[in-house]
């Protein structure tokens, strides 16, 4: 009896280890049976990911993360655990974002390739991508926290636009606004105005153009019988007399030419003599301004232009007297 007991025992504490080892590995997500595959990632932050976060392909959990650690280059090593029969990617790259409002974290797993549109997201890839080595690129989305503060501070910033817009227009700015579009008003009425102004002007000068049209049309026709007349003093032999007078003319303006010609050669010819002559001349002409010689002193002395007209008077009396008393000056005899 007293075996039985200790029997019974014995197996109620090996069942209870065993329960407590099966629990302990359960807890642990140890396992057991090499179901999953470790991969590793490379962050530069993982946010609010930690070590147990779910792993989800396609928004469908596949894995957990199982360690999370500093390497170098001040990158952020994570390592996955993922089931085998999960058929991953060509090229796998992981984001880890929030997964809910309560602060949970995943890493999500997709194709590297295409990139995401999302500059951030495309250039963290790029970077984690170019450190080379056997880990995913991986990137991390803001979490919601940080799009909240973002919001919020868009928000403020719209407000402060709202309230300088408000402060901006005013009572004064609207008014000033009310005036401009009065004034603008009178610059299109007063333009109404011009421009009807201007349409009579232009009817003006069109008619103008007109007139000038005809008159061209006038000086056309005039050109046209000047023209015929032409023709008729051709067939008249009228213009053939005219050319031949013409070259007449001609040969006679040559020969004028070559006598021009003549006379400038014998020019040439005498223009030592010229030159002499012109020299005497000049030197007579200085001579005569000095009042040198009887004609300088007769150019430059007034007395004998004085006595002249002394002479011209008293002989304008003789002839007055002679004209009034002729006996007392001729004396005719016969005998």
């Given at each position: 009896m007293k075996r039985s007991n200790e029997f019974a025992v014995g197996l109620a504490v090996l069942a209870a280890l065993a329960l407590v080892i099966g629990g302990a590995?359960?807890?642990?997500?140890?396992?057991?049976?090499?179901?999953?595959?470790?991969?590793?990632?490379?962050?530069?932050?993982?946010?609010?990911?930690?070590?147990?976060?779910?792993?989800?392909?396609?928004?469908?959990?596949v894995g957990r993360v199982e360690a999370i650690r500093l390497v170098?280059?001040?990158?952020?090593?994570?390592?996955?655990?993922?089931?085998?029969?999960?058929?991953?990617?060509?090229?796998?790259?992981?984001?880890?974002?929030?997964?809910?409002?309560?602060?949970?974290?995943?890493?999500?797993?997709?194709?590297?390739?295409?990139?995401?549109?999302?500059?951030?997201?495309?250039?963290?890839?790029?970077?984690?991508?170019?450190?080379?080595?056997?880990?995913?690129p991986g990137a991390t989305l803001p979490d919601i926290g940080q799009l909240t503060a973002q919001a919020s501070r868009i928000a403020g910033d719209v407000g402060d636009i709202t309230n300088r817009i408000g402060q901006a227009f005013d009572s004064?700015?609207?008014?000033?606004?009310?005036?401009?579009?009065?004034?603008?008003?009178?610059?299109?009425?007063?333009l109404v105005t011009f421009a009807g102004a201007?349409?009579?002007?232009?009817?003006?000068?069109?008619?103008?153009?007109?007139?000038t049209s005809d008159a061209f049309a006038g000086v056309a026709r005039t050109f046209q019988n000047a023209v015929a007349r032409l023709d008729t003093a051709t067939a008249d032999n009228e213009l053939k007399d005219i050319l031949e007078n013409s070259r007449v003319s001609s040969s006679d303006l040559?020969?004028?030419?070559?006598?021009?010609?003549?006379?400038?050669?014998a020019a040439r010819d005498n223009q030592a003599g010229l030159v002499s002559v012109v020299q005497q001349a000049d030197s007579l002409m200085t001579r005569i301004q000095e009042g040198n010689g009887?004609?300088?002193?007769?150019?430059?002395?007034?007395?004998?232009?004085?006595?002249?007209?002394?002479?011209?008077?008293?002989?304008?009396?003789?002839?007055?007297?002679?004209?009034?008393n002729p006996k007392k000056y001729l004396k005719i005899s016969v005998f």
């Open positions: 590995l359960w807890l642990s997500e140890t396992d057991v049976n090499q179901k999953q595959v470790t991969y590793h990632a490379r962050f530069r932050t993982v946010g609010g990911l930690g070590v147990g976060s779910p792993v989800t392909l396609r928004g469908v959990r170098e280059e001040e990158w952020v090593e994570t390592e996955f655990s993922i089931d085998r029969a999960v058929r991953l990617p060509g090229r796998p790259a992981v984001v880890s974002a929030s997964a809910s409002l309560f602060g949970e974290w995943s890493a999500n797993i997709f194709n590297y390739e295409p990139l995401p549109t999302d500059p951030n997201l495309r250039n963290a890839l790029l970077e984690s991508d170019q450190a080379g080595g056997d880990a995913w004064t700015a609207l008014k000033n606004l009310q005036q401009s579009v009065k004034d603008l008003a009178e610059i299109s009425g007063r201007q349409t009579t002007r232009i009817d003006r000068v069109s008619q103008n153009v007109t007139t040559r020969a004028a030419a070559a006598d021009l010609r003549s006379v400038m050669a009887t004609l300088g002193m007769l150019a430059t002395d007034s007395t004998l232009y004085r006595e002249t007209t002394m002479t011209v008077i008293q002989f304008r009396e003789l002839l007055t007297d002679i004209k009034a």
